[in-house]
Each structure stands twice: as C-alpha cells, then as structure tokens.
C-alpha cells in the first residue's frame, strides 16, 4: 500500500508551513537521517572532483561521481528493461525509502545517487512510459511549487532516462547547472529571438554547444502552448522515433515567470561511449550535461576529457545547424 512509504504527517508538526519547499526539506532530513544508503550517497559528494573548461562567455563542469554509473551505464534496451524490477514504481522502493506526493499522481523520493547537494526524483504513481507531451503541465506545476530553490528537468526516453519505461521527473538545487546563471548572459549573444509578446519571450539559441529552444513567459497556459507547437516542429523530423521526439528539458521558475530551455536531440550517447580501450568514454549526455555539468562516473574518463572532447560530444547528440533552423522556421510559422 502507498500509504506505507509516505512520510508520516507527526514529521510535518515542527514545520514553519505547509508548502512543498518546507514538506521536501523534511522528506531530505528524514531520509539522510534514516536511509542509509541516501546518507552513504550524499556524504559520498564531499569526495567528488570538478574541472571546469572556459569557453566564450559560459563554462562547462566536468564531474567525477563515481555513484552515478548506475544511472551513466544505465541498459535501456527494451530486453532488460522487461527482465528488472521497475525501480521507480513505489511498491518496488527499498525498505527505508520513504515520499510525499504531489498533485495526487506524482512522488517526490530524495535520490540516494545523487549530482546536486540536494537531489530528487519525481515519478508518476501509475507505471506509464516516460512521456513529456501530456505531462508538461504537472512539470510546470511542479516547477512553480519548488521553484524558489529548485530547477526541474526531464530526460527523455532515448536521451538520458534510466528508467525509459516509467514517466517521470528530477529537481535539484537551483544555480548548481550553469546554465540556471548563464542564460541572462548569452541570451542577447547567442540566442535569436522568434517570437514576444507581452507575456511571452520564444528564442533559439546557438553557439552554446548545445542547441536549445527558450520559452520565458509569466502564463502557464501560453508556455503550453509554445511547447506544444514546438513538439510538433520537431516531431516533423523525428517520425522515426517511436516514443517521441528526442529532447532533454530543463525548467525554473522566477520572478513570476517560467523558464523553460528545450534541446532537440539527435543522438543518445556519444560515440566515445561504444569505443574500446583509450578511447571509451562512459558520458551519457542528459539534461545535467547540457545545463554545464558533465558527469563521469569513472576516473580515467575524468582525467582525460578535453574541451575538444567536450565539444564532439555535444556535436554528435545535438541536432545540426540546418535541423535547428528548421525546427524554429517551422515553430515560427505555427505561432504566427
């Protein structure tokens, strides 16, 4: 039963108020005082390792955490997904492992192999696959709940997911990603404005590394609809793909507006992911990577990572110049 893995309403009583940033900030404390295995993960941070690689006007971090293999070498092919146990579906959870809900559909479980200082998971309570279509507006939701202190992000099914087939969400402390800092600065450099009104800004921005779609707007309903004209613009190219267009999310929300980054992808993992001996990289870009923090959960691939390599890799998963274009050609047409 669900109830067995809520935290109990007696750990809310010493809360200043009721609001899903104080409730998540005890599920934390509960579970790092607990769960073993969230403390062992989150202690486990003071030992990680950080490069960074300054580019023009933005920064790319490099990090090594060990404790994020699981989720870098993660087997998403369908065969072993069918053979393991469903690590998101609650009744599956470890015996420690404890939630609260939101919105009645979703949880919010603290991520015992964490990136960020403080690190969650947000899956939906039915098993349905990882789909973002009709879900955006529980994200949205979810991103003005939490967002004074928190970003939310979204890997797609071929494009970071560990668990493909289970719908689900992550959040971690805001301004950890550079991008949540940079995007007020290449925003005029390197990003195209599409379309504005008075409650919504659309830009395309390159010459970041990764291609990414902008919606800034202070309506809900408006971002919907931005997000849903552009899942269709990208999906024009993407057929192919049988669970949906790949794309990576990243959402936050400020000063009364929503901020939501979208980068169309063209490829799951690099090719230094496959190659052998020297030259095998275990990176597999997710929303993370393309927010400015690159996870190696092995040393080696640390140590020898280049800007160069940094570069190819975000070459080979985004989408090319002429596919962008196309996509905010086809975006703008849909608006206007």
Not at 201 to 214: E, M, V
Not at 234 to 244: L, W
């Amino acid at each position: 039963m669900i109830e067995n893995i809520l935290l109990s309403e007696e750990e809310f009583n010493n809360s200043s108020s009721n609001s899903y940033l104080d409730r998540i900030q005890t599920l934390f404390r509960h579970q790092l005082k607990n769960w073993e295995l969230a403390k062992t993960g989150y202690e486990s941070l003071n030992s990680v390792q950080v490069r960074e690689f300054h580019f023009d006007d933005f920064v790319i971090k490099a990090q090594f955490n060990p404790g994020r293999i699981i989720s870098s070498a993660a087997k998403v092919d369908e065969k072993s997904i069918r053979e393991r146990k469903c690590f998101l579906c609650y009744n599956n959870l470890p015996e420690h492992q404890k939630a609260i809900t939101f919105e009645n559909n979703f949880l919010i479980l603290v991520n015992p192999y964490p990136i960020f200082p403080v690190h969650f998971t947000i899956p939906m309570l039915d098993h349905l696959p990882q789909l973002i279509e009709d879900n955006l507006q529980a994200m949205l939701s979810l991103t003005k709940a939490i967002g004074e202190n928190y970003t939310v992000f979204y890997n797609g099914p071929k494009c970071g997911a560990s668990a493909p087939d289970h719908m689900h969400f992550q959040a971690g402390l805001k301004n950890f990603m550079p991008i949540d800092w940079e995007y007020e600065i290449i925003k005029d450099k390197k990003c195209k404005i599409l379309f504005e009104d008075d409650e919504t800004k659309i830009l395309g921005c390159t010459n970041y590394l990764r291609k990414f779609f902008a919606i800034q707007s202070s309506s809900k309903a408006k971002t919907l609809k931005v997000f849903s004209k552009l899942y269709t613009s990208i999906q024009k190219t993407q057929r192919a793909y049988e669970i949906e267009p790949m794309m990576n999310i990243i959402s936050r929300f400020e000063d009364g507006e929503y901020f939501v980054f979208v980068f169309p992808r063209s490829k799951h993992r690099p090719d230094y992911y496959f190659s052998e001996g020297d030259k095998k990289i275990i990176l597999s870009p997710a929303s993370v990577d393309l927010g400015g923090v690159c996870i190696t959960p092995r040393q080696e691939d640390f140590e020898k990572i280049t800007k160069e390599i940094i570069e190819d890799i975000f070459r080979q998963v985004s989408v090319g110049e002429e596919e962008f274009e196309f996509f905010s050609k086809s975006l703008t047409e849909l608006i206007n």
